[in-house]
């Protein structure tokens, strides 16, 4: 165990909250860790709550924060044992804790192993569901055995379960049809609005960063955010990309693959893209930022600083989402909060969170279901999600009518306090029995 603080001072009658976790400022990675960051911040007005995450000591991240190593002899195996080896150092310091609260996989049995050893009710919030994520045999080899194993044997054992969308909740019950559908609750994600603002119109900060990025903030652009993950549907985007119309920029912000053969054969799509779109190909530039290239192509690699990213949605035209598998979708409520609108792949939680013709478009999809998501006529899927964006790029007045109206669901369906409130509820529904 490593970096321990000092619990925070509270009331003595305060329920006290572990929220157990992978990711954490600063180590965030995708929504998980967006989605922990936030709620550990509106909880503690109403609760006293203590984070437990992965990657060692946060430097001032204040009080009831404490990060956690990968135990030494578990440090060079498996990546999944390492894994249940934080779990358990996690497990032993939740004691005097009122309710744990784990997410993702990762955590998962730390807040089933907490539970059984102090006696308290376990919550879980379901980011994701193993079983609905095959393809991570490709990046974790038999430690995906041991991950589906941890969340299912966390869930069936879970007081309660927290679904980020109705579409999630389904899946819950679907993949785990044992579970009693009244211990699953729905608690979407939220949105920090205030963190994502549009910047005013010419302001000469976000033209530097973007023309610095290599996007160019006069032409239309397309800007799609996400891990290179098979469930991200990045290949079907660069496909659909090819038939947008030339003068449209096609901006990725794109890293952290899961897998070395995922990374191959993105790259060797945008090496295609720009082909087709004439382009000399100019990779990356240095540090990880993009280079300009006359494709009109803009791969960013590198995590960017969110003051970086709401300069990046600025100049765009739209938000592209063409997950095969996203149970909400964070990025979509952050491109929603700047203002753009969102064409997003109509399944699992997006329909929740893109109003199709108010607020972007949702594309149609027939899906496998041998829990992949792998479109069951990708042609056709690429062909509907290009002819989409094609349609928003053509109305300029129209898109911004749409990135508007983004914004105000966003404002009035996603606010981090109503999902305080929310998740409150739930503890206190665990705690009655």
Request: a negative charge.
């Amino acid at each position: 165990m490593d970096g321990v603080s000092t619990p925070p001072s509270t009331p003595s009658d305060t329920l006290r909250v572990d929220l157990l976790t992978r990711e954490y400022p600063p180590h965030v990675y995708g929504g998980a860790g967006v989605h922990v960051a936030e709620l550990s911040a509106v909880l503690r007005p109403h609760a006293d709550v203590r984070v437990r995450c992965f990657d060692g000591t946060r430097q001032d991240a204040g009080d009831g924060v404490t990060g956690y190593e990968v135990p030494g002899p578990l440090a060079h195996v498996n990546p999944a044992l390492g894994t249940l080896g934080v779990d358990l150092a996690m497990a032993a310091d939740v004691a005097g804790a009122d309710v744990v609260h784990s997410h993702t996989w990762y955590a998962n049995l730390g807040g089933h192993v907490a539970s059984l050893l102090h006696g308290v009710p376990h919550v879980v919030t379901a980011h994701s569901l193993e079983p609905l994520r095959p393809w991570k045999a490709e990046q974790l080899g038999g430690g995906y055995a041991l991950s589906s194993w941890a969340e299912r044997t966390a869930y069936l054992g879970a007081a309660g379960v927290i679904a980020v969308s109705a579409g999630m909740r389904a899946d819950i019950l679907r993949v785990y049809p044992e579970l009693d559908p009244d211990r699953v609750h729905v608690v979407h994600n939220g949105i920090d609005l205030a963190g994502w603002q549009r910047p005013p119109a010419g302001d000469p900060e976000a033209e530097r960063v973007v023309r610095e990025l290599g996007i160019d903030p006069d032409r239309p652009a397309v800007v799609f955010v996400g891990r290179i993950t098979r469930q991200k549907g990045l290949p079907s985007l660069l496909r659909a990309a090819a038939l947008l119309p030339r003068e449209v920029q096609v901006v990725l912000c794109a890293g952290a693959p899961d897998t070395p053969e995922i990374m191959a054969e993105v790259r060797a799509l945008v090496a295609d893209l720009r082909r087709v779109r004439g382009g000399a190909g100019a990779g990356t530039g240095g540090a990880g930022r993009a280079a300009h290239d006359d494709a009109g192509v803009v791969w960013i690699e590198q995590m960017l600083p969110r003051p970086d990213l709401v300069a990046v949605l600025a100049a765009g035209t739209v938000f592209v989402c063409p997950s095969v598998y996203e149970p909400l979708g964070i990025v979509n409520l952050e491109a929603m909060a700047v203002g753009l609108p969102v064409v997003g792949t109509a399944t699992g939680g997006i329909p929740e969170v893109v109003d199709d013709g108010v607020t972007g478009a949702l594309v149609p999809i027939e899906q496998a279901d041998d829990g992949t998501g792998t479109p069951l006529d990708p042609d056709r899927y690429v062909a509907d999600l290009a002819a989409a964006l094609t349609a928003v790029l053509a109305d300029p007045a129209r898109a911004a009518e749409m990135g508007a109206a983004g914004r105000r669901r966003a404002a009035e369906r996603f606010s981090w306090a109503a999902i305080a409130d929310r998740t409150m509820d739930v503890y206190r529904a665990v705690l009655a029995g």
